[in-house]
């Protein structure tokens, strides 16, 4: 069982960046594929960014450019680094692992964490 944190949420202005982490316990993240998503209210779960077990990420193409996924086997974290932040990007964002080779969808995603709120403002 990997139990998965979020944190470095908050409120923003817009073309402000922040920089989200996942910390997890229970297991090793090295052997699982990651992935960010966000929530925003009224809409489905959207993917945001990937890495598998080997470091290759995934972007949809909406994110590429603004967002960077990476993570550090050592200090068992995943982190989401979010630039050039548009009011449109407000959403909860979720953190998720997964056995299979790369996360790019919610069924994807075996164990989760509870999301951290991003707000940015116009």
């Known amino acids: 069982q990997v139990q998965l944190v979020e944190s470095g949420g908050g409120l923003v202005q817009a073309g402000g960046s922040l920089r989200l982490s996942c910390a997890a316990s229970?297991?090793?993240?090295?052997?699982?594929?990651l992935g960010w998503f966000r929530q925003a209210p009224g809409k489905e779960r959207e993917f945001v960014a990937g890495i598998n077990r080997y470091g290759g990420t995934y972007y949809p193409d909406s994110m590429k450019g603004r967002f960077t996924i990476s993570r550090d086997n050592a200090e068992n974290t995943m982190y989401l680094q979010m630039n050039s932040l548009k009011p449109e990007d407000t959403a909860v964002y979720y953190c998720?692992?997964?056995?299979?080779?790369?996360?790019?969808?919610?069924?994807?995603?075996?164990?989760w964490g509870q999301g951290t709120q991003v707000t940015v403002s116009s």
């Open positions: 998720a692992a997964g056995n299979s080779r790369a996360i790019t969808t919610a069924a994807q995603g075996d164990y």
């Open positions: 229970g297991r090793t993240l090295s052997g699982y594929s």
